[in-house]
């Protein structure tokens, strides 16, 4: 391939990368990738991208440019033809160069989607999921009024607290997404998050039961609230929140999907 | 000739994973329920979770190829060659604590080792660098230390890390020369895009732009087994059931290899992946998160597509199964010898 065609096409996909982190960051649907607190990163990628990309760009012009220089010429000429000579072939083939465009395709061809009740089933939805067991996140779950705690919070709660007689029977008020898990007797749903660390890969679901009041019919994925007094059940042998709903209300979906451990 | 030698893995690797991609996606789900549906579902699972890895890789993988492009473009081959010492104890000493300069993470490290073996750097120092540095960096110190507190989590972590990395440093001294190592890819040229030795008089601008340039290339080439190393791991996360994996068993021996097996499907950077160890630390014993801890930044998915895209295939063998034997074993130590 010819050099200067190869140099474009690197300026062409960098950009379109770093344009599409960008998107990505004004839309907000950074967040739906990974963990608010690693947005700078992005920008770094997104800055990095382009420098890269301006970079490309002008070697192009600095080849033709350096054949004006008269004290470039003498050695440095030959020398440069040999290298792109040998070089072309060898930096990348084109079949090569579009696999960077693979990110691009499928964040342009797929919709953009958060992760849902849909990926519940790959990576299953628990009430004693992997939590982070500081001491001083568990603190700030507890002082929260009740109507302000997250499912994030609840399960805290119910993982870490040795006594849970002080909880039972305060309103909750969350908002997640309706997972029909199979081993919850009928009538009930999981009001379900997914909480994430790093970035969506590590993400794992969490959720709690939810008593349907009578003629609620929620198919799964849909974004609901829910508020009622919380209990206690088993499930699986391990203490889970029960709440006996007195509302659902469906809701849009979270601009901020996740919960951040 | 020489080209299509070249692209020869990389292709078998795409045709792999796409039949993988098809494997996965098609045949489990057409027994039950809609299969548009399920795939529609299953594919908006992968490319939500593909993106994330990329995206959150993406950045450190350009900081490496630039620390790799500045390396190339402003590191003298001889005065490396003088200042590094040839014995191979001391050699792998100072390469394993080298990341504390270069703060590279586990995508950074490889592009920037090849770079350094390239400028002269010893074989054991190289090896323990590239083990070595995404463990023993400033910024993963700093967020093992935010996660774990200043403890034996943290000193663990440094300690088996360091040693292994040493040790394999020290098994692979009987290499004489790094293109024993190295596949013999397209890279060596990559210099010629702008770097010369004779460029002394260049100003400092224009050597940036040449590390500029020489970090694109690299990019370039190394991006793409990033990509797919991401596929293959968001396929694998969207295909095997976590939570199944998970509830396997939480013995002292099979929790390590739940721990290191997790490590490698989940392919996260190893400047973040404490805060995803600290989740399982409630749950699995102390031995098996220090293998998580020890062995992710070294091998997982993601980066073994880069290694061997770097290194020669018996080279990558030995650099995936003495790491891992080590931190398994490592793991078990603990778990029977430190209580929890």
Known sequence: MDTRIYRFLQFLILTGLALFILVQYITGHLNWYINQRYISLSIIAILGFLAMAVTALLSRQKQIHSHDHEDHEEHDDPEEEQHSAARTPQVSSIAGIFILVIPLIIGLAIPARPLSANAVNNKGISSNAPLSAGGGNQSASVNKASADRTVLDWIKIFNYQPDLSPYLGQTANVVGFVYHDAQLPAGHFMVGRFAIVCCVADAFAIGMAVETPAGVQLSDNTWVDVQGPVQSIDLDGHKTPLILASSVTTVQQPSQPYLFP | ?340
């Not at chain 2, 300069?101 to 054991?124: A, E, H, W, Y």
Request: proline share 6%; charged share 15%.
């Open chain 2, 1 to 340: 000739m020489l080209r299509t030698e070249k692209q020869k893995p990389l292709i078998q690797f795409f045709f792999f994973f796409l039949l993988f991609f098809i494997l996965v996606f098609f045949i489990p789900k057409f027994f039950t329920g809609n299969p548009a549906t399920i795939l529609n579902d299953r594919l908006s699972t992968f490319a939500t979770v593909f993106l994330g890895i990329f995206i959150e890789a993406a950045p450190f993988l350009f900081l490496g190829t630039l620390a790799s492009g500045i390396v190339e473009v402003f590191l003298d081959r001889d005065a490396m060659v003088k200042i590094m010492p040839k014995q191979a104890l001391l050699s792998s000493l100072i390469g394993s604590s080298l990341g504390l300069i270069f703060p590279v993470c586990d995508c950074g490290v490889i592009p920037l080792t090849r770079r350094l073996f390239r400028k002269g750097f010893p074989i054991p120092a190289g090896i323990a660098f590239l083990l070595s540095a995404p463990i023993l960096n400033p910024i993963v110190i700093i967020s093992t230390a935010t996660a774990f507190g200043i403890g034996r989590v943290l000193f663990l972590r440094i300690g088996v890390g360091v040693a292994i990395a040493i040790i394999t440093g020290l098994i692979f001294s009987t290499v004489k020369t790094p293109w024993e190592l190295l596949r013999p890819t397209p890279w060596i040229t990559v210099e010629d895009v702008a770097s010369h030795e004779a460029h002394d008089q260049d100003t400092f601008w224009e050597k940036m732009r040449q590390s500029f340039l020489i970090s694109t290339d690299e990019f370039f080439e190394i991006g793409r087994y990033l990509i797919i190393g991401s596929m293959i791991a968001a396929a694998m996360q969207t295909f095997i059931p976590q939570s199944a994996l998970l509830n396997i068993g939480k013995g002292p021996l099979l929790s390590v290899v739940i721990m290191v097996a997790l490590a490698i499907i989940l392919s996260i950077c190893s400047t973040v992946d404490a805060f995803v160890a600290l989740g399982f630390s409630s749950v699995f014993s102390l031995g098996s998160i220090l293998a998580f801890l020890v062995f992710g930044p070294m091998v997982d998915i993601k980066s073994s597509l880069l290694l061997i895209r770097v290194f020669r295939k018996k080279t990558v063998m030995y650099l995936i199964l003495i790491p891992l034997l080590l931190s398994i074993l490592a793991g078990l130590i603990i778990n029977f010898y430190i209580p929890s």
